[in-house]
């Protein structure tokens, strides 16, 4: 690891542990030289780096601010609606229906969904909110056949509540997979992205009892603004 790449280590550390707390400033570049015993060069790629990572904001003639980068958690093992999930967390999410309509899926949504081109799927296409800026992309695609009818201010309060209220109607477990993508035209439209040029991208495959596809979501997620938590188990396999 280079010298800049040690000593940016070691400020996003201190940022993370709360010894830098957001809105306070760095140490001066002087001042981190002789913490450091770097060049002024050095420092300054350690802080461009921190920079990039969207860790502190640097302004012409002023020290480095310390930017909040409290992440909120999202669940993997648990499927939740966004309703629930503001819940939570003790945030107050908003979302934003930006497309609702009745179409006939592609050859890609009607693998996922087990269906054919005949059928119907409901696409819905929703900003989420946190803390007023729009950081998840949600695109779903649910099963005409199952959820027969939809509306904008459905899809703005809880599908998942509306499913599993006046539907009747339980959902049982979902397959999810998570990767980094680099940004699309759509991101860069309806998310608030700042620097960011990756997102976190979520696929989520949702079944209902017992064992019936209704669900296919892609959610893009401004990387700086969550993190994913599950609790592994080692598997022991019998001698």
Not at 61 to 73: A, N, T, W
Not at 107 to 119: E, M, P
Not at 129 to 136: D, L, M, R, T
């Amino acid at each position: 690891m280079k010298k800049y790449e040690a000593i940016c280590h070691e400020i996003i550390g201190q940022i993370e542990s709360g010894k830098l707390p957001p809105d306070s400033l760095l140490p001066s570049e002087h001042e981190l030289m002789q913490t450091f015993q770097a060049s002024r060069d050095t420092i300054r790629k350690a802080l461009n780096l921190l920079i990039e990572n969207g860790y502190i904001q640097k302004s012409q003639g002023r020290r480095s601010v310390v930017l909040d980068m409290k992440r909120f958690k999202l669940p993997i093992s648990n499927i939740e609606s966004m309703k629930e999930v503001g819940k939570s967390l003790g945030e107050d999410i908003a979302t934003k229906v930006l497309f609702l309509q009745k179409i006939h899926p592609d050859r890609s949504v009607a693998q996922k969904l087990q269906l054919t081109f005949d059928d119907y799927v409901w696409m819905i296409v929703r900003v989420r909110y946190f803390s007023g800026e729009a950081v998840i992309l949600d695109t779903d695609f649910v099963n005409v056949a199952l959820v027969p009818d939809l509306t904008k201010e459905i899809c703005e309060d809880s599908l998942y509540e509306y499913i599993e209220g006046p539907l009747g109607k339980r959902i049982s477990y979902a397959d999810k997979i998570i990767t980094c993508q680099h940004v699309n035209t759509f991101d860069k439209q309806y998310l608030d992205l700042k620097d960011y040029d990756m997102v976190v991208d979520v696929e989520s495959y949702t079944y209902l009892e017992p064992s019936i596809i209704f669900q296919y979501t892609a959610s893009r997620h401004r990387p700086d603004k969550f993190r994913f938590e599950d609790r592994a188990r080692r598997l022991h396999n019998p001698k």
